[in-house]
C-alpha cells in the first residue's frame, strides 16, 4: 500500500518516473492521479474482422496465431506483431518496445482486443490495444464480453515520450496499491452535506469508470475541491487582512490634493467620484485597503489612482505606482508628473519648495547607476511622495520612508507574491494600502475565484471626449485587395496630420514580444514582424512618410527617445509590438493596425484598440488576418469587431481559454492548480464552495481540525509561488 505523498519512482520505477517528472513535473502518486483524463472513449461493440472500418474504436474476440519480435531500422527499440484471427478474418497487433507482452500473448491464447483500427502498409492493425486474455479452455460469458466492449478508456493529456496508453497503465498500477484511507481534503461534514464522492472513491472512478455517470460524479466532487481550496485561501487572507494593522491616510483639506482637483481641466464623470469616495474611505481605516478597480480602456483610473496617491502623501506618507514594462512606468511617470504640473516639486531661486508639493521619482532596472541611487535616496528618506517603477521596486535594496499606498497597474501581469513584497515595505508593524487596476473587465465568478480577496470598484462610464472606435476583419488571404487599402487608409490618416500605430505579433522572425500567442489550426504560420514589416513599409505602401519601430528588446533609453518622439508628432507611423499595449497616451494617435490578429487573446486586442481615439477624433482599428472565414479564429476577430464592451469580450475570451490562463500561469507553461473547475459555467460551484470556506475559516483560522485540506492548500500555494519566482 501507499499514500498520496509516495514518491513516484517508489511506485513505477526512477526510469518512467524521470519521464513523468521531465514531461509534466508529476514527481508523486497524488501529481499522477491529479493528472486527470482530457475526454473518455468506449472501447466499441463487439465486432467481426471481416466488417472493422478504419478510425473506429472497435473490440474483437480472437485468437492469437503468430508472434514476432524484431528490431525496428527507423528508430531505437523492438516491435512486437502478434496476428490474430476470429475465424472471419486476420488482423496484426503491434506493441512498441514490450517485449514482455511476449509472454502472455501466446499462439492459441483467446483474448478480447480493443483499441483503435488503424492502416499500415496496407494492412489493418491495432497499435497497443488494451486487452484482457481468457483463462485455456474457458469460454467468456456473454455479459462479460459486453461489460468489457462498453467500458471507457480515458484519454490523457500526453507527451511525445508518453503516449496516453502508458499514463494509463500508470495510473491504475498507483491506483491499484492505492491505500483507501487515504485523507480527504474535503471535511466530512461537508463532503456529506454536499454530497460529494470521498477522494479514493472520486480518484477510482474518474481514471477507472465504467459510466460517464460516475465521470460526472468524480469531476463534481474534482471542481468542487478546488473551488474550496481557492475560496478557503482567500478567506484566509481576508480575515489576515482585516487584522492587520495598517496607518490611516484621512488627508487634509486644502492641500494637494485640493489643488490638484482645482487644477483640472476637465470634471470628474460621477463614476469617478463614486470610486474615489470609496477607496478614500478605506484609506481612512486602521486596516489596509485591499481594493481592484477595473474599469475600460480610458475610463479615467489613472486620475482616480493619482488622487489616492495625493491623499497619501497629504497624510504624510509615500505611494508606490508598480508597472509592468519600462515603457509604462516611463509612460505614468510623464504623463503624472505632466498632470501634477506645479505640484511637482521644483525649489525655487530661493531654496523653498511650493506648498503642497511633492517629489515624483521613476525607478527601473535599466536606469544609471547614478539615477538608480539618487531614485533610492529619494524613496528611503521620504523626499519622494511618490515612487513609480516596475519590478525594481520589489527589490530588497529599495526602502521607503513611510509607505502608505501600493498601487499596482494590470494587476494581471502581477502576482499575489509581488504585491506583497512590496507592500511589505511598509513601517514595521504596519501594511499600505493596496488598489490594484485592470482594464481588463473581469466576469463575476473569476472576481470571486482569483481576486475573492480584493473589494472591487468598477468604472463603467467613459470620459467626456472619448471619441467611439469603430474595428473592422480584414481578410488578407481572401481579399488580399482589402490589405492594399489598408496601407492607402493609413495614407490617408497621415495626410489629415493624424499618427498611426501597427501592432506584430514578434520582433523578428523567432522572438516574441509579451504576446499571449493564440495558436489553432486556423493561425496564419507566418506571423508578422517588427523589422520585416518597417522595411516592407518604408520602402514600399509607406514609403516618405516617418516610420520607426518600437519593442521590447530595444534599449530603455532607445524606447524612451521613440516613444517621445511619437508623442511629439515626429513619427507618422509607429510599428511596435506589445509594448504600446497599456498606459501610453497619444492624442494625436487615430488608426491602429494589427497584424495577424488572430495571434491576440480577446482581452490583449481590446487592450490594443484602447490607444486610439483618446483625443476627441474617432477611432479606427483593423485586424489584419490569413485565417479562414467560419474558423474559430476568426470568429474570434469578429466578435471584437462587434463589440466594444470589455465585460461582454471578457467571457468571449474566456470561454475560449485554459481556466490556468484566468490564474496568470499561462506564460511559462506550468500547470494549473486549476484543472476540473470551469470558471464560468461553475458559478453555483464557487458561491457554494464560499459559503463553506469561510464558515470553516472563521471557525478555524487556521485549519489546525483539518490538516488535509491545510496541506492541499500548501501545496496550492507552492505551485503560485513557484510561478511567481520564475516570472520575478
Not at 483467446?110 to 481468457?134: D, E, I
Not at 497629504?314 to 505611494?319: L, N
Not at 511622495?385 to 520612508?401: E, K, P
Not at 519593442?551 to 511596435?576: N, T, Y
Request: proline share 4%; net charge negative; glycine share 6%.
Amino acid at each position: 500500500m501507499h499514500g498520496l505523498t509516495t514518491p513516484l519512482k517508489e511506485v513505477v520505477g526512477g526510469q518512467t518516473a524521470a519521464r513523468f517528472a521531465k514531461a509534466f513535473e508529476i514527481v508523486t502518486v497524488e501529481d499522477l492521479l491529479r493528472h486527470f483524463p482530457r475526454r473518455y472513449t468506449n472501447r466499441g461493440e463487439l465486432t467481426d474482422m471481416a466488417g472493422l472500418q478504419v478510425d473506429e474504436h472497435v473490440t474483437i474476440m480472437a485468437d492469437v496465431m503468430s508472434v514476432t519480435k524484431r528490431s525496428m531500422k527507423a528508430r531505437k527499440g523492438s516491435l512486437l506483431e502478434v496476428l490474430v484471427t476470429d475465424g472471419t478474418g486476420s488482423l496484426k497487433l503491434t506493441f512498441f518496445n514490450q517485449d514482455w507482452r511476449e509472454r502472455d500473448l501466446r499462439v492459441g491464447r483467446r483474448g478480447l482486443f480493443s483499441g483503435k483500427v488503424t492502416v499500415f502498409n496496407n494492412s489493418r492493425q491495432l497499435a497497443h490495444p488494451t486487452y484482457v486474455l481468457m483463462p485455456n479452455d474457458v469460454e467468456p460469458e456473454p455479459e462479460e464480453v459486453a461489460a468489457f466492449a462498453r467500458a471507457l478508456i480515458p484519454v490523457y493529456p500526453a507527451a511525445s515520450n508518453l503516449a496516453s496508453w502508458v499514463i494509463e497503465r500508470t495510473v491504475n498500477l498507483a491506483i491499484d496499491g492505492l491505500d483507501p484511507l487515504i485523507k480527504d481534503p474535503i471535511p466530512e461534514e461537508i463532503r456529506e452535506s454536499q454530497q460529494l464522492l470521498g477522494i479514493f472513491e472520486a480518484f477510482t472512478q474518474i481514471h477507472q469508470p465504467t459510466t460517464m455517470d460516475e465521470v460526472r460524479a468524480a469531476r463534481a466532487r474534482f471542481a468542487f475541491e478546488e473551488a474550496l481550496t481557492y475560496q478557503t485561501i482567500l478567506a484566509q487572507r481576508r480575515l489576515d487582512a482585516e487584522g492587520a494593522l495598517a496607518t490611516a491616510r484621512p488627508g487634509k483639506q486644502q492641500a494637494a490634493l485640493a489643488t490638484f482637483d482645482e487644477s483640472l481641466p476637465f470634471t470628474l464623470t460621477t463614476g469617478q467620484r463614486a470610486v474615489c469616495d470609496e477607496i478614500f474611505s478605506d484609506m481612512r481605516q486602521s486596516h489596509p485597503m485591499h481594493r481592484l478597480l477595473q474599469g475600460e480602456v480610458g475610463s479615467g483610473k489613472t486620475v482616480c489612482a493619482l488622487r489616492a496617491m495625493l491623499q497619501v502623501v497629504d497624510s504624510g506618507g509615500q505611494a508606490a505606482l508598480l508597472a509592468p514594462t519600462e515603457v509604462l512606468a516611463q509612460q505614468h511617470y510623464r504623463s503624472i508628473r505632466k498632470m501634477l504640473g506645479d505640484l511637482v516639486s521644483e525649489e525655487s531661486i530661493f531654496g523653498e519648495r511650493p506648498a503642497h508639493a511633492t517629489e515624483v521619482t521613476l525607478l527601473t532596472g535599466s536606469m544609471p547607476k547614478a539615477a538608480q541611487r539618487k531614485a533610492l535616496l529619494d524613496a528611503s528618506s521620504g523626499t519622494a511622495g511618490i515612487v513609480i517603477g516596475t519590478h525594481s521596486l520589489i527589490q530588497d535594496r529599495v526602502q521607503f520612508a513611510d509607505l502608505g499606498l501600493v498601487v499596482v497597474d494590470e494587476q494581471h501581469r502581477f502576482g499575489v507574491e509581488q504585491r506583497a513584497a512590496l507592500a511589505a515595505k511598509s513601517l514595521e508593524g504596519t501594511r499600505p494600502h493596496v488598489l490594484v487596476m485592470t482594464a481588463t473587465p473581469i466576469p463575476r465568478t473569476v472576481a470571486m475565484t482569483v481576486f475573492g480577496d480584493l473589494d472591487i470598484s468598477t468604472l463603467a462610464e467613459l470620459p467626456a471626449g472619448r471619441a467611439p472606435i469603430t474595428t473592422h476583419v480584414v481578410p488578407a488571404a481572401e481579399k488580399p485587395q482589402f490589405l492594399d487599402r489598408t496601407w492607402k487608409r493609413i495614407q490617408e490618416e497621415v495626410a489629415q496630420g493624424r499618427q498611426v500605430y501597427v501592432v506584430a505579433p514578434r520582433i523578428t522572425a523567432t522572438v516574441i514580444d509579451d504576446v499571449e500567442e493564440v495558436f489553432d489550426e486556423n493561425s496564419s504560420i507566418a506571423a508578422a514582424t517588427v523589422e520585416e514589416l518597417f522595411h516592407f513599409l518604408s520602402a514600399g505602401p509607406l514609403f516618405g512618410l516617418k516610420l520607426a519601430q518600437l519593442h521590447g528588446q530595444l534599449p530603455a533609453d532607445v524606447k524612451d527617445d521613440v516613444m517621445q518622439s511619437f508623442a511629439r508628432g515626429e513619427i507618422d507611423v509607429l510599428i511596435a509590438t506589445t509594448v504600446i499595449e497599456v498606459g501610453v497616451d497619444v492624442h494625436n494617435a487615430t488608426m491602429m493596425v494589427i497584424m495577424d490578429a488572430d495571434r491576440f487573446g480577446v482581452s490583449q486586442l481590446h487592450q490594443l484598440r484602447g490607444r486610439v481615439g483618446r483625443g476627441g477624433l474617432p477611432g479606427l482599428c483593423l485586424l489584419v488576418t490569413n485565417t479562414e472565414a467560419g474558423s474559430p479564429a476568426r470568429a474570434r476577430l469578429e466578435a471584437v469587431a462587434a463589440s466594444v464592451d470589455g465585460f461582454e469580450l471578457s467571457r468571449v475570451d474566456l470561454e475560449q481559454r485554459r481556466e490556468g490562463d484566468v490564474l496568470g500561469v499561462a506564460q511559462s507553461g506550468r500547470r494549473s492548480s486549476l484543472r476540473v473547475l470551469n470558471v464560468l459555467r461553475d458559478e453555483d460551484v464557487i458561491e457554494r464552495a464560499r459559503d463553506c470556506a469561510v464558515a470553516l475559516v472563521l471557525a478555524d483560522p487556521n485549519l489546525s481540525q483539518h490538516p488535509a485540506l491545510a496541506k492541499r492548500i500548501a501545496a496550492v500555494l507552492d505551485e503560485e509561488r513557484a510561478e511567481y519566482l520564475e516570472k520575478a
